[in-house]
């Protein structure tokens, strides 16, 4: 999909004088009032500068507000491609809140609210903003290809949370959850901990879950005003009421938020007003908890199970047996059916005694598809650090190879399908049949390298 770009006002934009703390500006406000007024910035995503100053503020601050936009008109010829309101900034506002704001009563009126909150979140654009000038920093020795190298370095940390389709996101995640819970219910290593997710979340199965956990994206997808939060009201007479209840207070806030990477509000995306009564906090990580977020709350109730019951090396094992061999080879499979010829990884290493196979192969004519998955995990200092070198290393480490202590050079993905095509090849010259039928030493090979990646933090 189409990246949106856009550049956020920030304070010095509209204001000459210094700024206070943002604790001053939010003094006077309810914890409560904030957070819903976060809550709706978040439904409402980005808001270009003319839209929010005529959504936002009452006719007492009119006469304000219309000379303010007249000034930008006049300091700012791009005024247009400038927002206000943007998802990075609505969620290090609503985590700041959560964590720092305590007052219980708004004593302050309405246009007074509406100034403070104003600059106070100018105040969190310059804080976003500031990480876009690290990037720029980080990629001024690049000469070829700087601008790849600044969107990376700039978007890496949000590309997740601010580009992708909610009906589209919705359907893949429901997917690979299905997958999953049918991997865990049936692979007799991962019976125990299946029964400890299943008991967590006080459901009978992972269907019962799911329902459950698709109702409430579906009930955000479906609202009828796409420019307000969303409530989530269970009904005192429903015969289920305190089940429901308890599942949806296991994703409530009910601790300080504030993370490098979202981690917490990402698992408890729902904020609790009343018992029956709560609301969405982003509807993007509604989406995580669907199949993202369950290797997370797995990993966690893994390392609570008594050492001899525990999954040794949990990541590695989900990686393998899940991520590769089980997501890989079935969404693979179910791609392209009984189409073309094709071998699992694990089919290419006991048939052909092949070390550090691919993945997958695919062969349609002389054209040959090596697959490799990569389940890679981004230290959250790196991801949200805007600094290219950091990144790009982290990448290359992961991706490309990586230098040991020793200086052995372990090779990662790319390297990985270069050295399995070569291998290929010299096993043709020797006239060793890798496949069912020898190729014809006339005919030209076409080699397609696919790396699948899952980024986790």
């Known amino acids: 999909m189409q990246m949106k770009q856009f550049i956020r006002l920030e304070y010095s934009d509209c204001f000459s004088e210094n700024p206070q703390e943002v604790s001053n500006y939010l003094q006077g406000i309810s914890r409560h009032d904030l957070l819903r007024l976060c809550a709706l910035f978040l439904t409402r995503k980005s808001e ?8 936002y503020f009452t006719k007492e601050n009119n006469e304000y507000i219309n000379q303010l936009w007249k000034n930008l008109q006049e300091s700012k010829e791009d005024i247009d491609n400038y927002v206000i309101t943007n998802i990075e900034s609505s969620l290090r506002l609503y985590e700041y809140i959560f964590d720092n704001i305590n007052t219980l009563e708004t004593t302050l009126p309405d246009p007074e609210i509406e100034m403070n909150v104003f600059k106070a979140y100018l105040l969190f654009n310059a804080q976003i903003n500031s990480g876009d000038n690290t990037a720029s920093e980080s990629t001024k020795h690049i000469q070829e290809g700087r601008a790849k190298a600044l969107l990376l370095a700039q978007m890496f940390q949000y590309f997740d949370i601010t580009n992708y389709r909610f009906k589209q996101e919705l359907y893949v995640q429901t997917v690979k959850a299905i997958y999953l819970y049918e991997f865990l219910s049936s692979n007799e290593k991962t019976q125990l901990l299946y ?39 269970v009904d005192p007479k429903d015969k289920k009421y305190d089940k429901k209840c308890e599942f949806i207070e296991k994703l409530v806030i009910d601790t300080g938020v504030e993370d490098m990477d979202f981690r917490i509000l990402r698992s408890h995306p729902i904020y609790k007003e009343s018992k029956g009564n709560y609301y969405f906090v982003y509807g ?47 969404v693979l499979k179910d791609v392209y059916g009984k189409k073309y010829i094709q071998m699992p990884g694990d089919y290419i290493k006991n048939e052909f005694g092949i070390v550090a196979e691919p993945d997958y192969y695919i062969r349609n004519g002389n054209k040959i598809f090596l697959f490799e998955s990569k389940d890679i995990f981004i230290p959250s200092g790196t991801k949200v650090s805007n600094d290219y070198e950091d990144i790009s290393g982290e990448l290359k480490k992961r991706l490309y190879y990586e230098e040991k202590s020793n ?18 090849l010299i096993k043709q010259r020797n006239g060793i049949k890798v496949i069912k039928k020898k190729i014809s030493e006339y005919i030209q090979l076409l080699f397609y390298m696919i790396i699948f990646i899952i980024v986790q933090v």
């Open 48 to 55: 270009a500068v003319y839209n929010y100053l005529s959504s």
């Open 195 to 233: 029964e400890e997710y299943l008991k967590y979340y006080d459901c009978v199965d992972w269907q019962d879950f799911m329902q459950l956990m698709t109702s409430f994206a579906y009930i955000y997808w479906g609202r009828e005003d796409e420019l307000t939060y969303v409530n989530l009201l």
């Open 284 to 330: 993007y990580f509604l989406l995580e908890l669907i199949y993202k977020g369950v290797y997370f709350k797995l990993n966690e109730l893994n390392s609570k199970l008594p050492k001899n019951e525990q999954i040794k090396g949990f990541r590695s094992f989900y990686c393998d047996y899940f991520s590769e061999q089980t997501l890989l080879y079935k």
């Open 407 to 424: 200086g052995r050079i372990e090779n990662k993905a790319v390297l990985q399908l270069l050295n399995n095509i070569k291998k290929y």
